[in-house]
T-cell receptor, first 119, second 112 residues
Framework: GAVVSQHPSWVICKSGTSVKIECRSL??????MFWYRQFPKQSLMLMAT?????????EQGVEKDKFLINHASLTLSTLTVTSAHPEDSSFYIC???????????????FGPGTRLTVL | GQQLNQSPQSMFIQEGEDVSMNCTSS?????WLWYKQDPGEGPVLLIA?????ELTSNGRLTAQFGITRKDSFLNISASIPSDVGIYFC????????????FGKGTRLHILP
């Protein structure tokens, strides 16, 4: 499987501040990364698809000006939660889709997640 | 929209028992994935299925891609305490740009 890292693993911030979360693909290049949010005892909710060298594609209901995504290289995507509020507190997880032999691009490998707590 | 129905929502079993969970969809999927998530961690891929009828094992885990391409099951044999966690099914349609759809998860508890 693929190795995906996230940094930081947890962060606590004051309301109104911005928080940047990094997602790195450590053993392969990824033109596409995904950002998910997960609330306690719930499933993963896709927030946006991060495309290297172009704008991210956001899911319906996700504010692109609040959740800024930058995919500047083939191994790094960042999610910035701007002007964070307590309701933004959640578990944020990224995933990557490697291109495998045979063309199967359907498998996603997840990072360990980032726990954001906004006070 | 596409929906994945995963059941059961939770399970309480004795150590050593076998476990079975499944996912169904009203849409046809070309890929079925099964993940396990431990508390505070990201999901870890257990088994990936790419062909209808495919039966794949990973240790004590066995998963099958339903022949109708609308369902999949995951079995765990002889459960052990470290099997505790949340199991998610996920599916994707043929279009490689399609997003992966996740089930709501099955929370597995093992009684002492």
């Amino acid at each position: 499987g693929a190795v995906v890292s996230q940094h930081p693993s947890w962060v606590i911030c004051k309301s109104g501040t911005s928080v940047k979360i990094e997602c790195r693909s450590l053993d392969f290049q990824a033109t596409t990364m995904f950002w998910y949010r997960q609330f306690p005892k719930q499933s993963l909710m896709l927030m946006a698809t991060s495309n290297e060298g172009s704008k991210a594609t956001y899911e319906q209901g996700v504010e692109k000006d609040k959740f800024l995504i930058n995919h500047a290289s083939l191994t790094l995507s960042t999610l910035t939660v701007t002007s964070a509020h307590p309701e933004d507190s959640s578990f944020y997880i990224c995933s990557v889709t490697p291109v495998q032999r045979g063309g199967n691009t359907d498998t996603q490998y997840f990072g360990p997640g980032t726990r954001l707590t906004v006070l | 929209g596409q929906q994945l129905n995963q059941s059961p929502q939770s399970m309480f079993i004795q150590e050593g028992e076998d476990v079975s969970m499944n996912c169904t969809s009203s849409s046809i999927f070309n890929t079925w994935l099964w993940y396990k998530q431990d508390p505070g961690e990201g999901p870890v891929l257990l088994i990936a299925l790419y062909k209808a009828g495919e039966l794949t094992s990973n240790g004590r885990l066995t998963a099958q891609f339903g022949i109708t391409r609308k369902d999949s099951f995951l079995n765990i044999s002889a459960s052990i305490p470290s099997d505790v966690g949340i199991y998610f099914c996920a599916g994707q349609t043929m279009n490689r740009d399609d997003k992966i759809i996740f089930g709501k998860g099955t929370r597995l508890h093992i009684l002492p």
